[in-house]
């Protein structure tokens, strides 16, 4: 059986889509917060029956941080994957997130190992990985900076890598894959899939910053290829290309039809914004998105090479831009 833990994310439903379509047996983790209604949204992007496929897999719910409940959730589990990666943080800094993130991570790779789960494949993301000189590529060997100056987003994601690795290390079977930034349908008002909604509606700001992007549908073939061939204590960074965000959000306007984003807003101008954010915390004490992780992520100019999982996992990944055309017509329809 496969286990998909962050089930109601955008991965993670697409993931279980995915092995439904292969009629492969699915538990999936959730809890008072998980985003039912999303689910079932992307569920109706695969299937027109979809309440008989969603009472087919084996809903459980977990504490992540209780260990009889994460025992019993890998109970006669082979293969879990890992869709659960930390999320942006706030204004303020909490190390009690940091450490809790870490901790859940330790807790499920520990217990993974203990069930004798047969693979493991955690998916990360970028800012986990090294880094590398401007114009250079980053690699799955590259190495993080002992005195870099990295975001808390970037911390914890790595240092929940390491926790990952020293299971490894200790007997769990697995991979890890450093995924891009992901871009596939869900609900048009979050995750990314928010960007298409924005730009048909006249969003009129862009940024500069490249990173490493790819569709959702190449990162669950990268998983799959990964638990199907067992390749064990690797990384694999998943992309598709990297360009920026300028760019995408160029390629979806045009194919929408609509206005480009006309407007750059800087990586000096985010210095002002904050500081009104700042002001407004004081009074809502709601974090808002707009924080240093955020701004990095949108504003950084870090190129990623994808040699090794297209020579190892995949034989190559769909273009962002046929990706783009294809959620436009999904929201089109959806609409």
Known sequence: MYLVIGSTTIL??????????????????????????RFRKIMGYYFSDCDNLFDEIDWVEADPFDRDSVADMLCEIDVVFNCSTPVFFGLKKDDNIINGIVNSTALLVDEARYAG?????????????????????????????????????????????MEVWRAFEEGLPGSIINAGFIIGPGDWHRDSSAMFDRVRHGFRFFTKGVTGFIGVNDLVRCMLSLAKQRIVNERFIAVSQCMSFAELLFYIADTFGVKRPKFNVCKFMFAFLKVWYRIKYLFSHNNPRLNDDFISLITDFKLYSNNKSINTLVTGYQPIEQVVKEICKLYSTAK
């Open 12 to 37: 993670g439903a697409h993931t279980i889509c995915t092995l439904l379509q292969k009629g492969l047996p699915v538990r999936a983790v959730k809890s008072d917060r998980s985003d039912m209604d």
């Open 117 to 161: 789960v047969k693979y493991f494949c955690h998916v990360s993301n970028l800012q986990a990985l090294g880094d590398e000189p401007e114009m250079k590529e980053i690699t799955e060997k590259s190495e993080r900076d002992p005195k870099g100056n990295y975001t808390e987003f970037s911390q914890a994601s790595f240092l929940s890598e």
